[in-house]
């Protein structure tokens, strides 16, 4: 796509196009202030004051655009109206809705085919300090979008160790990856999930190390299956269709990252992102077996598709070990929460009051909405095993969400506060801004709230 950076400039009264946003129920008294050709024009156009609609009309000897949009606070505002609009310069007329939306209604994934986008549209704006926070959200989101519509052909454990190698560099932080057979002893459950895939894609763990070691710690997990099959308990063709966005996870955590080193926020930052393939060969994991974990707990494995927690588990304590003041984890975790909530809203699991209201609020402000959900104690006698401390997967399938919350919460004591995100990070249909394909969710809330936290 075109440079973000390109999209957004300080308005110094450059030649421009006006944009002139109004309430679809202002439709009627903007038409009526009009002259006869205006009118016409916008007939003919078939402008009725639709919120999303916009017409092109004369403005002395060039043209200016009216566009009906119905929230001028959304982040989306301007989406539509990027994505539609001849190439070239623009300014709102009066106050200027967020730029976010202006900047990704220009995001294409070019990566496997030549982008059949319009040249760039540039909006100016008097906001010129907000510039840079429009365009780093905007790129974070880009990065998101990236890495999950990548093939899994080209986006595998390695090039998830890639990603973070290139916000190490950029930002001087330390990377430590530990890889292969060496993660038996100290990581087995991140082993034994990607133990059968090639020699090219063995599982590793990644770690990024950044900022003032008297800093408050702050770890941010993110689940990396770059592809999953389901393991011996092979998904069919429908369900692994997408599965090369199980990394989502992963793109979220690397993006988080990626805001906060780059915002400088005052905290000592590690990132964690347990990257395997799940494949299948005579040396997978299987069902019925017991794994042994970093923590020191037992694990039956019931489901060798529930491979996600898995890793998880062992990311998490590792995470634990450095006494963070907090920790987040994102993860494609569940089919169920998909069920309860779709694709759009992802549910937040939170063990600390505090933490949860926070990212409440910072979803709210936003407009990047979270849901939260329980990590309901009745629920944890599901994760019973007859051979070991735990299962990974419940029989029977109810609340299957939250039973992976719980399962989670085992690696996470109760005095560190810890939020869990299971998101889909991925759009099944189209919107103004958001193209069908990867996404980001939750992820401007969750870096809204640690600046909050942290300023």
């Given at each position: ?453 942290y300023p």
């Amino acid at each position: 796509m075109t440079a973000m950076a390109a999209l957004l400039e300080a308005d110094r009264g450059q030649p421009a196009h006006t944009i002139t946003l109004i309430a679809p129920d202002a439709f009627d008294g903007w038409l009526a202030q009009q002259s006869g050709p205006v009118r016409a024009i916008a007939a003919g156009q078939r402008f009725a004051g639709k919120a999303g609609s916009h017409a092109i009309l004369p403005d002395g000897d060039g043209w200016q655009v009216v566009a009906a949009v119905d929230d001028t606070a959304s982040p989306w505002a301007l989406a539509k109206l990027a994505e539609m609009l001849p190439e070239g310069p623009y300014r709102i007329a009066g106050d200027c809705p967020p730029a976010l939306g202006w900047v990704l209604g220009q995001y294409r994934f070019d990566r496997y085919r030549k982008s059949e986008g319009a040249g760039p549209r540039i909006l100016l704006t008097r906001d010129a300090a907000g510039i840079a926070s429009a365009l780093a959200l905007a790129a974070a989101t880009a990065t998101v979008r990236d890495l999950v519509n990548t093939g899994a052909g080209d986006m595998g454990p390695g090039d998830l160790e890639a990603a973070a190698q290139t916000l190490a560099t950029r930002h001087h932080a330390a990377l430590t990856v530990t890889r292969g057979d060496a993660l038996a002893s100290g990581y087995p459950m991140i082993h034994a999930v990607g133990q059968a895939a090639a020699k090219d894609r063995h599982p590793r763990l990644i770690e990024l190390d950044w900022g003032d070691a008297g800093h408050p710690r702050v770890a941010i997990v993110g689940k990396g299956v770059t592809f999953d099959t389901g393991g011996l308990d092979i998904k069919p063709s429908a369900g692994m269709r997408l599965m090369k966005k199980d990394m989502g996870g992963a793109a979220h955590a690397l993006a988080l990252a990626e805001l906060v080193m780059a915002a400088k926020l005052p905290v000592r930052l590690h990132l964690l992102i347990p990257a395997v393939e799940n494949a299948i060969a005579g040396n997978a994991f299987r069902p019925g077996d017991v794994l042994k974990t970093r923590k020191g707990l037992s694990v039956e494995n019931t489901n060798t598709d529930a491979e996600g927690r898995l890793i998880l588990g062992d990311a998490l304590t590792k995470a634990v070990e450095g006494k963070p003041e907090l920790i987040l984890d994102f993860a494609t975790l569940t089919g169920a929460a998909r069920v309860a909530l779709g694709p759009d809203l992802p549910p937040l699991f939170a063990n600390d009051e505090a933490l949860a209201a926070d990212l409440l609020v910072a979803a709210h402000d936003e407009q990047d909405p979270l849901w939260r959900m329980p990590l309901w104690d009745g629920y944890d006698e599901m994760l019973k095993s007859d051979t070991a401390d735990l299962v990974n997967a419940p029989d029977g399938g109810f609340a299957g969400a939250i039973t992976a919350a719980l399962f989670l919460r085992r690696f996470v004591p109760a005095d560190i506060p810890w939020a869990h995100l299971d998101v889909f990070a991925w759009r099944p249909a189209a919107k103004p801004g958001r193209p069908k394909g990867g996404d980001a969710f939750g992820l401007r809330a969750a870096f809204a709230m640690l600046r909050t936290r942290y300023p």
